[in-house]
């Protein structure tokens, strides 16, 4: 079972909205799936220029085409992805927040990035002057819904470019009249003509043209890592560690595929590095990320352009993929190549590296997938068996760290109602190193070789610290939430002999104030309580105040100023 298998998305229109929903203005729902929608031109004079919604960045202009050297004919779809402008907030962003707290990390919308979805034609017309027709159209979105944006657009794209913006006008009305993308819910989404139906990890399109989809947001990983096949475990180890890593392919759409397959690999657990699945010379953070006066920043980025043979070739990590070849063929046997060899963009296929992996080469996984090739094993299944291994060796991996850092959670008993919630524990690294002799990954995975030193490179990348930093949050909001539930464990008239007996009215406003606070707290961030807890908490406050006297009350049941 994939993690997708896990999640469904909202009811269509015709089900009951939520009750926030009711509240939406138009066009947020079509901000809650998308932020604009492009089509971009080639111009003779200009080069490649935003026809229809312009967008602060110009380099989605050039992110929206593919390189003059990657001959790309007919229909091409890619994805890219850019830095959101700092000033830039979302009316929505409570409400956003609120869909997305139950999302896996997946399936979370970005904080910092926008995602380009792109739909690129070029086909000849004698009738222009360039000699052929080129244009995208791109939709712009916060959401890593690759499989299910590249699925709208093979229905938006072609009738776009037959009958031009009025269509277009007529698509961004259907996605307003979208429900919001809640995981957890069926959803249904009308779209020129067409319906398409996400329910658990399948999307259907229902009309005379069925389009049925194994997940919303996954690329095909056998296909994608089938150029660097006998390399799978040792670019599972370069991505957990957050390594610098480069992907020179031929074409945009092999480019932004492989890079989302390596980010993907080491799911459950979250990359928490920057990563470009299309990176171009005009990318506004091109000189950051080419430096030689500095390391190679934690990034993963996939090119297409010669030029970057000769510009990275100071990266310690470079994939060089050639074309992607039908899952009934076998990619030869590669060894890891000298960085020194490579040397130009048309360099072999391969792994340039000078990186010795930590654990021993799996054999076994290599063995299953060739034999599957012999076989002719569908390409799902084999996709669906390198999933599976993944899973399990990340599985493997952070085991050991959530069991440690579940026992940085205090005590339940040490909870008082009459105290503040108390911290979490340190993380300390020795202690937690001692714990992996008897509750390592050794348990879980057959893999021999150097878990400590791949535990001590891990504890120093941004995915250690994005993933210990949510850990923690959850944690903490824990102990607030139980420690709220303490608070409510105090019977009502208790609180109220405490307000009549012993305490001043100064006393009383303040133990007001401070269950607001709480109540606000834990309605602000959502905090784990169960339910009925914050109906009680209201009781509670209720109760005290109406045991202070009429004038205190009417001042505290006045709402706050914002």
Not at 51 to 67: G, M, N, Q, W
Not at 223 to 237: A, Y
Not at 497 to 511: A, G, I, P, Q
Request: hydrophobic share 40%.
């Amino acid at each position: 079972i994939t993690l997708t298998e896990e999640i469904t998305l909202p009811p269509g229109p015709g089900g009951d909205d939520e009750p926030e929903e009711a509240l939406l203005l138009p066009w947020d729902r079509f901000s809650a799936w998308l932020h604009c929608i492009c089509v971009v031109g080639f111009d003779l004079e200009l080069g490649q220029a935003v026809e229809v919604r312009a967008h602060p960045k110009t380099s989605i202009c050039y992110l929206s085409f593919p390189d003059s050297n990657s001959g790309c004919l007919g229909d091409t779809q890619f994805c890219f992805r850019f830095r959101q402008g700092s000033n830039r907030k979302s009316s929505l962003g409570c409400f956003l927040e609120t869909t997305d707290r139950d999302a896996p990390p997946c399936l979370k919308r970005e904080q910092g990035h926008y995602y380009g979805y792109v739909y690129f034609r070029q086909v000849r017309d004698k009738s222009l002057k360039r000699g052929y027709f080129q244009k995208s159209l791109v939709l712009i979105s916060k959401l890593p819904y690759v499989t299910f944006f590249h699925s709208l657009l093979k229905i938006m794209a072609p009738e776009y470019f037959e009958k031009q913006e009025p269509c277009l006008e007529a698509a961004c009305n259907d996605i307003d009249r979208w429900p919001t993308p809640h995981p957890g819910r069926i959803l249904t989404l009308p779209i020129m003509g067409v319906v398409i139906k996400v329910h658990t990890h399948t999307l259907a399109a229902s009309t005379l043209v069925s389009i049925v989809l194994p997940t919303i947001h996954e690329v095909d990983l056998f296909r994608c890592f089938h150029p660097v096949f006998f390399h799978i475990q040792m670019l599972w180890e370069l991505v957990l560690l957050g390594e610098a890593l480069v992907v020179m392919a031929p074409s945009p759409a092999e480019s932004s595929d492989t890079v989302l397959a390596l980010v993907s690999c080491i799911a459950p657990l979250r990359y928490c590095s920057d990563f470009r699945p299309y990176f171009t010379i005009h990318d506004s953070e091109f000189k950051e990320y080419t430096t030689r006066t500095q390391a190679p920043p934690s990034v993963i980025l996939g090119v297409t352009n010669p030029f970057f043979a000769k510009t990275l070739q100071h990266w310690p990590h470079i994939i060089r993929i050639g074309d992607m070849k039908q899952a009934g063929e076998m990619a030869k046997q590669m060894k890891v190549k000298k960085l020194k060899n490579l040397k130009t963009l048309d360099s072999k296929p391969g792994v340039y590296t000078a990186y010795k992996p930590y654990l021993n080469k799996d054999e076994e996984i290599i063995k299953q997938l060739q034999k599957g090739v012999q076989q002719k094993r569908p390409s799902a299944a084999q996709n669906a068996i390198l999933r599976r291994y993944f899973l399990e060796l990340t599985q493997s991996f952070i085991i050991p760290l959530e069991r440690y850092v579940a026992s940085l959670m205090p005590l339940q008993k040490s909870i008082s109602p009459w105290k503040s919630p108390p911290q979490l524990r340190a993380f300390v690294q020795q202690d937690f190193m001692k714990t992996l002799e008897k509750a390592g990954p050794q348990l879980t995975s057959r893999l021999k070789g150097d878990w400590i030193g791949l535990y001590r490179h891990f504890l120093k990348s941004p995915n250690f610290d994005g993933w210990f930093r949510n850990r923690r949050k959850e944690m903490t909001q824990k102990l607030e939430a139980l420690h709220l539930e303490a608070l409510i464990e105090i019977q009502t008239c208790v609180c109220v002999w405490c307000v009549c007996v012993c305490h001043t009215e100064v006393e009383s406003v303040d133990l007001v104030l401070k269950l607001k606070d709480k109540l606000n707290q834990a309605e602000r961030e959502q905090l784990p309580v169960r339910s009925g807890t914050l109906a009680k908490l209201r009781a509670h406050i209720e109760a005290v105040i109406q045991a202070l006297p009429e004038d205190l009350q009417g001042i505290l049941h006045k709402p706050a100023t914002p």
